[in-house]
């Protein structure tokens, strides 16, 4: 909770001063971020342990120095900056002191101190005296609460996942922390990570990787590194993990990092009979340069496309939980309207498109955007519906003549949210038909479930146009689908091709974007 950065933005007026004076002679005026460096390399980088004076000094200036900081929390605070794997013995020095003094260290504290273990460990094994630290410091939170909670929890976890033979006491605590919460990205991911470390556990490894996607918690490369690198140690079990790690990705549509990549294209230099991976770049149309063969269309079958109406449409028509912000009579009325004038080749969330490139326009212009994304589509003989709200009829009268001549219009109430109609109004004309948005519908994806997300996903790839800009001139710019797939996938003739970003992050944006790095990877069986 309290890391460098946080300290950095809290205040810090006197404090160290006193500490750093007796250390340098400089008591002059250094910005609160010099002097926590200072106290950073001169204390907590440099030394692998402090007298108590100097311990003494710390936790008070830091008490003194931050609002924030109090005798509460202060020591969870120290351990949160000497976190790092070679302060070990720093943050272990520290805890001794609290002993020392009879107070001793607190739960916070403690958990804070399994964490420094936890780096540690990611950088050598920890010896046998440092595991039973750490198992001496569960037991100790266990037997004081019978339940303890999510951030307990995921301490703990963190510190048994560095043990050898321990490490599986982490489980019920993982199942204690659903009771409030779902667990962190990281107590799953060290969880995961230490299960595909060990040749036995991969089964339960796999099932922690499904339930963490499941929980929408985007899983950290460490938890592939960890399968990757025990597969360069079995040989034999290689093809088929990579192809069951490959479907995973595919079926939940996550891109690897660089990190991961750089491991399986290692993977391939160092298992040439099971595998070949080379880095890749895609031409136009989504043409592998490596391999020469094209991606796969991202178009979804017909069988798929009825699910996926049938699976919305109900939800619609029968349980009418999509239509949360509208009146039944206006859902009525829409119906109705959509009955007489579809199918579409077109739905266009007018809101959206005129909002696109800025909502603090005249509404003269954002009429005007409006009409012109209409033309463009009137210019190529497509029948468009233009959903909209009653305040746009305020809006330009030529400009919205133009769209009412033009296209089918149909205005909700201004509290209603669009994109149900939109969806609604798409998948009823059938499965030629695009829409024109910018929103992701990320929350109609997940309402779908964990099947039919990927297939919504693909569908929506293939129609959704978006509105890139409006240039000086007038002319607009308009994103068209990408029609071949952009997540790993197998191609044809049967070279898998990953896409890969740059870092981890938590939370994907879901947009269509073409991924710039690609590999290109063929299992041999
Ligand atoms: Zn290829």
């Excluded at 048994?160 to 490490?167: G, I, K, R």
């Excluded at 990281?186 to 990787?209: H, I, M, N, V």
């Excluded at 699976?311 to 206006?330: A, H, M, N, W, Y």
Aim: net charge positive; proline share 5%.
């Amino acid at each position: 909770m309290y890391n460098i950065r946080l300290l950095r933005q809290l205040r810090w007026p006197g404090g160290p001063h006193r500490l750093m004076a007796s250390q340098h002679k400089r008591p002059h005026l250094l910005g609160s971020s010099d002097q926590l460096e200072q106290l950073k390399s001169n204390y907590f980088e440099r030394r692998q342990e402090l007298s108590g004076d100097e311990w003494h000094s710390v936790r008070h200036s830091l008490i003194e120095g931050y609002k924030h900081i109090n005798g509460h929390n202060v020591d969870a605070v120290i351990l949160g900056v000497c976190s790092g794997p070679q302060q070990l013995p720093l943050a272990k020095n520290y805890v001794d002191y609290l002993r020392s003094t009879g107070a001793g260290p607190n739960a916070a504290t403690l958990g804070r101190l399994l964490r420094v273990y936890n780096a540690a460990y990611h950088t050598r094994p920890l010896s046998e005296a440092e595991q039973r630290d750490i198992l001496q410091i569960c037991d100790s939170l266990q037997a004081a609460h019978e339940t303890l909670d999510a951030t307990s929890c995921e301490q703990l976890i963190h510190g048994l996942v560095a043990t050898t033979d321990h490490w599986q006491r982490a489980l019920p605590l993982l199942e204690m922390m659903k009771v409030t919460s779902t667990p962190s990205v990281s107590a799953y991911s060290a969880l995961t990570e230490k299960a595909f470390g060990q040749s036995d556990q991969t089964e339960l490894a796999w099932r922690l990787l499904e339930e963490m996607v499941l929980a929408r918690k985007q899983p950290k490369c460490e938890v592939y590194l960890a399968l990757l690198n025990r597969l360069a140690q079995e040989p034999a079990t290689a093809s088929v993990q990579l192809e069951r790690l490959l479907q995973f990705l595919e079926r939940h549509s996550i891109l690897v990092t660089q990190k991961v990549a750089e491991r399986l294209l290692q993977l391939g230099e160092l298992l040439p009979q099971q595998l070949r991976v080379t880095s890749s770049r895609l031409g136009p149309l989504g043409k592998c340069l490596e391999c020469r063969q094209h991606l796969q269309p991202v178009a979804i079958s017909e069988e798929q496309f009825r699910q996926l109406s049938e699976c919305f449409l109900e939800k619609v028509l029968i349980r009418g939980d999509v239509f949360q912000k509208s009146t039944p009579e206006e859902v009525l009325r829409f119906k109705q309207y959509v009955e007489k004038t579809a199918p579409y080749d077109c739905v266009i969330d007018g809101l959206n498109v005129a909002y696109s490139t800025g909502a603090k326009k005249a509404p003269q212009q954002l009429a005007k955007l409006l009409a012109t994304v209409v033309r463009h589509f009137k210019e190529r003989n497509k029948r468009v519906l233009v959903l909209g709200r009653e305040h746009m009829r305020k809006w330009s009268k030529t400009a919205m003549h133009y769209v009412q001549n033009n296209a089918s219009l149909f205005l909700t109430n201004n509290l209603s949210h669009d994109d149900p109609f939109l969806l609604y109004a798409t998948l009823i004309s059938g499965q030629e038909t695009d829409f024109f948005s910018r929103d992701l519908m990320r929350t109609h994806a997940f309402l779908l479930g964990a099947e039919l997300k990927p297939i919504f996903r693909r569908w929506q790839q293939e129609h959704q146009f978006s509105l890139v800009t409006q240039t000086q001139t007038g002319r607009i710019i308009v994103k068209e689908p990408i029609r071949h797939r952009l997540c790993v996938h197998k191609a044809k003739a049967g070279a898998w091709h990953v896409p890969y970003c740059e870092a981890y992050t938590p939370n994907p944006t879901d947009s269509f974007e073409v991924p710039e790095h690609w590999l290109c990877l063929s299992l041999k069986t």
